[in-house]
Every structure is written in structure tokens, then in C-alpha cells.
């Protein structure tokens, strides 16, 4: 059975795997509040997101290609977003919110494996919604805001709202560039770089997260 499986994963599957490991080492790490490490880890985790995608488009997909990206999925876009957030604020608020962006998280990636929709989303994806914690956590930690923010989220992710997916280049560039100075300041220690880049970043996911609210209005 072991040798089965191993011939039935391909490339895209090991960008998955390490998506994984990389959710489960922001959660080891948030407990030993390595906070900033471990959201580091987080975004890091969309990077790996992107490069499977890209993979499975070009290089081929294996038959457990999707059920394999949705539990990695659940572990670095909704595990590890709602335990770090916990583990920063030790809020009893946070606590429960954490848990209702995680039930949400699963439930949107549920309808998703079981839709089939392939040109766009329906409701946020959970990607998205755990990169926005994250980006806020290196921003703010304010345990009211935060619950706001992972209240907003979990609604996005079980509504009907239909999102695009990003295909422009020049968006997709400038999107690129911004996480990766985020990154390069974990480095360099740069935290004014750090701060800046997560907050301008921080803003084009909130444009994003709000673009079926603007259709509304035009209607």
C-alpha cells in the first residue's frame, strides 16, 4: 500500500506536503512563542499554496491531488492562524472566535471539494482568510480588533460571495514583491520593513475581501 501511494504522488503533492510541515512547524513554534517565526512560517505556507497550483496546472495533477491540498489547507491556513492567534492574545474572546474561523475554514473547504467550481469562489477561500490573520497578527494584536477580524472572516468563508481568482500578472507581481519583503525583513531583522510591507499588503487583501461589495453597489 505504501509503495501505491508513493506512485501516485506527484510534484504538485510534495509542494503540498511541505505546505504541511510548514503549518505544523508555525504551530510547535507559536508554542514556544516564537510568534513572528511562526508567522513567518504562515506566509511562507502561501508561497508553497501558489507553487502547487502552479504545479498541477503544468506539471499534472494526481487523483489525490485536491483532497491532499484541503487537509493542508486546514492545518496552515486554519490550524495554525487560530492557535497563533490565541497564543498571542491568551483572550478568552480570541479563544472562541479562533474556534469559529477554524470550523468555517473546514466547512468552506468542504463545499469547495464537493462543488466542483474551478473558475472562481465561492465565499472567501481558506487561503486567503489565514494569510489576512497573519498579516494582521505582524501588524496588531489588539484581541478586540483581532476577534473582529476572525468573525468577518469565518462569515466570508461560509458565505456565497463569488471571488475571482487572481490571474493578472502585474497583480499577482505586485502581491509577489510585497510578501517577499515581508520575508526578506524576517532576515534582515527589519522590523519599520516588516511593519510596512504587511500593512500595504494587509490593505490589497481587505480590497480583495471587499470586491463582492463593490459589485453589489454597481448593481
Do not use: H
Not at 497564543?87 to 470550523?103: E, H, K, M, P, R
Not at 510578501?179 to 494587509?202: D, G, H, Q, T
Amino acid at each position: 500500500m505504501g509503495g501505491n501511494i508513493l506512485r501516485l504522488i506527484r510534484l504538485a503533492d510534495v509542494a503540498t506536503l511541505i505546505n504541511v510541515l510548514l503549518g505544523f512547524s508555525a504551530v510547535l513554534l507559536a508554542s514556544q512563542n516564537q510568534i513572528n517565526t511562526s508567522l513567518g512560517l504562515i506566509l511562507l505556507a502561501v508561497v508553497l499554496d501558489g507553487i502547487d497550483g502552479f504545479l498541477a496546472r503544468y506539471a499534472g495533477n494526481s487523483v489525490l491531488g485536491a483532497n491532499l491540498d484541503s487537509l493542508a489547507d486546514v492545518i496552515s491556513f486554519g490550524v495554525a492562524p487560530a492557535f497563533v492567534s490565541y497564543i498571542i492574545t491568551s483572550n478568552d474572546y480570541v479563544l472562541f472566535f479562533s474556534g469559529l474561523f477554524l470550523i468555517c475554514g473546514v466547512l468552506r473547504l468542504a463545499r469547495f471539494n464537493v462543488s466542483g467550481k474551478k473558475d472562481g469562489f465561492e465565499g472567501i477561500p481558506i487561503t486567503s482568510a489565514g494569510f489576512i490573520v497573519a498579516l494582521f497578527l505582524l501588524i496588531e494584536k489588539n484581541p478586540l480588533w483581532l476577534s473582529a477580524i476572525l468573525l468577518v472572516l469565518s462569515i466570508l468563508m461560509v458565505s456565497t460571495f463569488e471571488y475571482p481568482k487572481i490571474r493578472d500578472a502585474k497583480t499577482l507581481g505586485f502581491l509577489g514583491l510585497l510578501l517577499a519583503l515581508i520575508l526578506i525583513s524576517f532576515y534582515s531583522k527589519s522590523l519599520e520593513l516588516l511593519r510596512i510591507s504587511s500593512l500595504v499588503l494587509f490593505g490589497s487583501m481587505v480590497i480583495y475581501i471587499l470586491s463582492p461589495l463593490a459589485k453589489v453597489l454597481n448593481r
